[in-house]
Nanobody, 124 residues
Framework: QVQLVESGGGLVQAGGSLRLSCEAS????????LGWFRQAPGKEREFVAG????????YYADSVKGRYTISRDNGKNTVYLQMNHLKPEDTAVYYC?????????????????WGQGTQVTVSS
């Protein structure tokens, strides 16, 4: 059974930082594309970042480019999202996801497994 468990969310002031982690079990993440999405109240889930299987390629939404960094540790079966210079508009539930495909795609419908989400709240 595949499980993805996010951690690291919380309340932070604008300009602060958080590091999210997502540990997988039931599959080897080294074989798959990994992504982070977020969903704010009343909004659709949106792509935040994705990373290729070999970690050579990373992709970001324009809204987080230059502030967020996605990384992976295949030995720990874990994907990370370092979030710096946080803004109130970054407030959302953040989800990690696994795509069994070959390339990073921003379409959430392409992802096969999802974590339960972790809340990130940025105060102004």
């Amino acid at each position: 059974q595949v499980q993805l468990v996010e951690s690291g969310g919380g309340l932070v002031q604008a300009g602060g930082s958080l590091r999210l982690s997502c540990e997988a079990s039931g599959l080897l993440v080294s074989r798959y594309i990994l992504g982070w999405f977020r969903q704010a109240p009343g909004k659709e889930r949106e792509f935040v970042a994705g990373i290729s299987r070999d970690a050579r390629n990373t992709y970001y939404a324009d809204s987080v480019k230059g502030r967020y960094t996605i990384s992976r540790d295949n030995g720990k079966n874990t994907v990370y999202l370092q979030m710096n210079h946080l803004k109130p508009e970054d407030t959302a539930v953040y989800y990690c996801a696994v795509d069994l495909g070959l390339v990073v795609r921003p379409d959430s419908s392409r992802y096969d497994y999802w974590g339960q989400g972790t809340q990130v709240t940025v105060s102004s």
